[in-house]
């Protein structure tokens, strides 16, 4: 009877032990974790800022006074850096109103003038002759809709496409 006591006290030991000792385990890598995520977030960050940038333009309008974007249709792949010139030639003022595709990228920074803009962007004005550069990552998959949000101008035609592959 002392044996059989002796063997299930010892294994109820062992179990109780093994389990702290998985506890502790599990503490460790998770301190470990909270304190290197952030330097790779950062890091990769980096990398993003530094990697080669690929540039497009698109014309918000133009000098006849078509209400369209020039191109239309974007497409970008997830993780890849862009630079987004995005010029206004026409006499009034047009958005470039891309929220859930702003959402989705990393904008690494907005240049117009003498002014650079870091952040999240939801939407450029561009008055008439303006110019801004837009420098981004996208980094979620998937189609957005672009669209001048001056009144009348989404229903005249000025909408685009943005598509974003893995």
């Keep these: 009877m002392s044996n059989l006591l002796g063997l299930q006290l010892g294994k109820f030991y062992h179990s ?13 890598i998770l ?18 800022s530094r990697q080669p940038i690929t540039e497009i333009t698109v014309s918000l309008g133009n000098e006849a006074g078509e209400l369209k974007f020039f191109p239309n ?15 206004n030639p026409s006499s009034q003022k047009h958005y470039f109103t891309a929220k859930n595709f702003a ?6 920074k907005v240049e117009a003038g003498k002014v650079e803009i870091k952040g999240a962007i939801h939407e450029l004005e561009l008055k008439p002759g303006a110019m801004a550069e837009w420098v981004f990552v996208p980094m ?3 189609s ?21 592959a893995s």
């Design 140 to 142: 979620k998959s998937g």
């Design 144 to 164: 957005y809709n672009l669209r001048c949000t001056v009144a009348g101008h989404t229903e005249a035609g000025m909408i685009g496409k943005i598509t974003i």
């Design 31 to 48: 301190c470990l974790s909270t304190i290197l995520m952030p330097t790779a977030i950062a890091s990769a960050a980096g990398d993003l």
């Design 103 to 108: 959402d989705a990228s990393w904008t690494q």
């Design 16 to 28: 109780q032990r093994l389990e702290k000792t998985f506890k502790v385990i599990l503490g460790v």
């Design 73 to 87: 249709l974007l497409e970008f792949e997830s993780g890849k850096r862009y630079k987004l010139v995005l010029k």
